[in-house]
C-alpha cells in the first residue's frame, strides 16, 4: 500500500505534519514506517529524529503518522489499520497507548521499536515484536526513592491519573515505607490545577509523577513557598524549563537516564540537538535521541537483512550495540534495553 492511502485510512492526524519530514510521498522507496505519537511536543521531536536519522543514515523510507490521541482504544484501532501495510510502526510513548498496540503488532508479526515507553511489562510472549528502547518504570522508581531517602525525610507522592505517573506513583509507595509517605494523591491535571496538595511541613521530598504538563501546573502550585522539600520529578519533565517556577535555591531534580558521552552512533550528540532545534524552532526533549537511535537502527537492519525478513531485522537488532550519550547500549533477547544508568539530573 502506498503511504497517501495508508495515511489516508489511518486519519488526519490531530497535529500538522511539516513539509521536511516527507511523510506521505508515494515517491519515496525503503521500508514502510508508521510513526505513532499524540499531539504535543514529542511527536515533533519523533519526526525531527526520523528526517535527521534517514538523512545521516543516507537511507530513504515511506513514512506515514498516525495519531494515537493518548488513547489506548485508539491506539488499538490504529495498529490494526497500519499492520497489514507497515514494515515497523516507532513511537507510541505513553504506557497506555503502547501496551494494547504492542500487542496487536506482535500478533501481526510488525516490528515495534518504543523509544519513550517505560513500562515494565512492554516486552514478553505478548509483545513479541517490541524492542524498548528505554529505560524502565522499576529503574525509574529505585532512582526517585534513593533521592527521597537523600533528602533525609518522609514524602509526598502526587501521580497524574490516566498516565504512567499513577503506576508510578504507587509503585514509590510502596517503595518508600522505610520513610514514610506522608500522602500518596492520584489526580488529573485539571484537579491538580484546581486544587493542588501541600506538601506539608513534615515533608522532605516532593514527587511528581507524570507529564511535564502534570509537573508544571505542581510547581506553579508550589510558587512562592520556598524549597522546604526536595523537588523530584518523572522523566517526562525532562529537557523542560521550569525555571520561572522553581523556587530560589530549589533543590532536587529530574529521573533521567544518565549521561556519559557527547556521541550518538556517528553523530556528535549536542550538535545533532542544534540540527533539531533548527528544523523546530525550540530544544527538542526528553525522547529525541533514543528516537533518533530507533529509526537508524531499524533502517540500518532492513537494510542488512533484506527486505522481506522481519526474523532477521529483530535478530540484526538484537545483535548490535550503539553508543549513544547514555551508554553503550543493546537490547536484551526480550526486547528490553540494556547499557544505561538512571540518575537524578539536577535542575538546570
Same mark, same amino acid.
Given at each position: 500500500?502506498?503511504?497517501?492511502? *495508508?495515511?489516508?485510512? &489511518?486519519?488526519?492526524?490531530?497535529?500538522? =505534519?511539516?513539509?521536511? =519530514? !516527507?511523510?506521505?510521498?508515494?515517491?519515496? %522507496?525503503?521500508? &514502510?514506517?508508521?510513526?505513532?505519537?499524540?499531539?504535543?511536543?514529542?511527536?515533533?521531536?519523533?519526526?525531527?529524529?526520523?528526517?535527521?536519522? =534517514?538523512?545521516?543514515?543516507?537511507?530513504?523510507?515511506?513514512?506515514?503518522?498516525?495519531?494515537?490521541?493518548?488513547?489506548?482504544?485508539?491506539?488499538?484501532?490504529?495498529?490494526?489499520? +497500519?499492520?497489514?501495510?507497515?514494515?515497523?510502526?516507532?513511537?507510541? /510513548?505513553?504506557?497506555?497507548?503502547?501496551?494494547?498496540?504492542? $500487542?496487536?503488532?506482535?500478533?501481526?508479526?510488525?516490528? /515495534?521499536?518504543?523509544?519513550?515507553?517505560?513500562?515494565?511489562?512492554?516486552?514478553?510472549?505478548?509483545?513479541?515484536?517490541?524492542?524498548?528502547?528505554?529505560?524502565?518504570?522499576?529503574?525509574? $522508581?529505585?532512582?526517585?526513592?534513593?533521592?527521597?531517602?537523600? +533528602?533525609?525525610?518522609?514524602?509526598?507522592?502526587?501521580?497524574?491519573?490516566?498516565?504512567?505517573?499513577?503506576? *508510578?506513583? @504507587?509503585?514509590?509507595?510502596?517503595?518508600?515505607?522505610?520513610?514514610?509517605?506522608?500522602?500518596?494523591?492520584?489526580?488529573?491535571?485539571?484537579?491538580?490545577?484546581?486544587?493542588?496538595?501541600?506538601? !506539608?511541613?513534615?515533608?522532605?521530598?516532593?514527587? &511528581?509523577?507524570?507529564?511535564?504538563?502534570?509537573?508544571?501546573?505542581?510547581?506553579? +502550585?508550589?510558587?512562592?513557598?520556598?524549597? @522546604?522539600?526536595? &523537588? *523530584?520529578?518523572?522523566?517526562?519533565?525532562?529537557?523542560?524549563?521550569?525555571?520561572?517556577?522553581?523556587?530560589?535555591?530549589? $533543590?532536587?531534580?529530574?529521573? /533521567?537516564?544518565?549521561?556519559?558521552?557527547? %556521541?550518538?552512533?556517528?553523530?556528535?550528540?549536542?550538535? *545533532?540537538?542544534?540540527?533539531?532545534?533548527?528544523?523546530?524552532?525550540?530544544?527538542?526533549?526528553?525522547?529525541?535521541?533514543?528516537?533518533?537511535?530507533?529509526?537508524?537502527?531499524?533502517?540500518?537492519?532492513?537494510? $542488512?537483512?533484506?527486505?522481506?525478513?522481519?526474523? !532477521?531485522?529483530?535478530?540484526?537488532?538484537?545483535?548490535?550495540?550503539?553508543?549513544?550519550? /547514555?551508554?553503550?547500549?543493546?537490547?536484551?533477547?526480550?526486547?528490553?534495553?540494556? !547499557?544505561?544508568?538512571?540518575?537524578?539530573?539536577?535542575?538546570?
Amino acid at each position: 500500500m502506498s503511504p497517501s492511502e *495508508l495515511g489516508r485510512r &489511518l486519519g488526519a492526524p490531530g497535529f500538522g =505534519l511539516p513539509a521536511w =519530514l !516527507g511523510a506521505g510521498d508515494d515517491s519515496t %522507496t525503503g521500508p &514502510l514506517i508508521v510513526l505513532a505519537e499524540s499531539a504535543g511536543t514529542n511527536v515533533m521531536d519523533l519526526m525531527a529524529a526520523c528526517r535527521l536519522a =534517514l538523512d545521516d543514515a543516507g537511507r530513504s523510507a515511506r513514512l506515514v503518522v498516525g495519531d494515537d490521541r493518548r488513547d489506548p482504544e485508539r491506539a488499538a484501532a490504529l495498529a490494526a489499520a +497500519a499492520a497489514p501495510w507497515a514494515d515497523c510502526c516507532i513511537g507510541h /510513548f505513553g504506557s497506555r497507548t503502547a501496551r494494547p498496540a504492542s $500487542r496487536i503488532y506482535g500478533e501481526r508479526g510488525v516490528p /515495534f521499536l518504543a523509544p519513550g515507553c517505560s513500562a515494565d511489562d512492554l516486552c514478553g510472549p505478548h509483545a513479541p515484536t517490541t524492542l524498548q528502547l528505554f529505560g524502565r518504570d522499576a529503574e525509574q $522508581r529505585a532512582c526517585l526513592a534513593d533521592a527521597a531517602r537523600a +533528602a533525609g525525610g518522609s514524602a509526598v507522592i502526587v501521580g497524574q491519573t490516566g498516565n504512567y505517573g499513577a503506576d *508510578l506513583a @504507587q509503585g514509590l509507595a510502596a517503595d518508600l515505607k522505610d520513610i514514610g509517605v506522608l500522602a500518596c494523591s492520584l489526580l488529573s491535571l485539571d484537579e491538580l490545577e484546581r486544587k493542588p496538595p501541600s506538601p !506539608g511541613a513534615g515533608a522532605r521530598a516532593l514527587i &511528581l509523577c507524570g507529564s511535564k504538563e502534570f509537573a508544571r501546573a505542581g510547581l506553579a +502550585a508550589l510558587a512562592g513557598r520556598g524549597p @522546604q522539600a526536595a &523537588l *523530584l520529578l518523572s522523566d517526562d519533565s525532562f529537557g523542560a524549563d521550569f525555571s520561572p517556577l522553581l523556587p530560589v535555591g530549589a $533543590r532536587g531534580g529530574v529521573a /533521567f537516564l544518565r549521561e556519559t558521552s557527547a %556521541t550518538l552512533l556517528d553523530q556528535d550528540a549536542d550538535r *545533532l540537538r542544534r540540527r533539531a532545534q533548527r528544523m523546530l524552532g525550540t530544544a527538542p526533549g526528553a525522547y529525541f535521541e533514543t528516537s533518533y537511535l530507533a529509526v537508524r537502527a531499524f533502517v540500518e537492519a532492513w537494510a $542488512r537483512a533484506g527486505p522481506a525478513d522481519r526474523a !532477521g531485522w529483530r535478530e540484526s537488532l538484537l545483535s548490535q550495540r550503539w553508543p549513544t550519550p /547514555f551508554g553503550e547500549l543493546s537490547l536484551s533477547p526480550e526486547g528490553r534495553l540494556r !547499557g544505561h544508568v538512571w540518575a537524578l539530573r539536577p535542575f538546570p
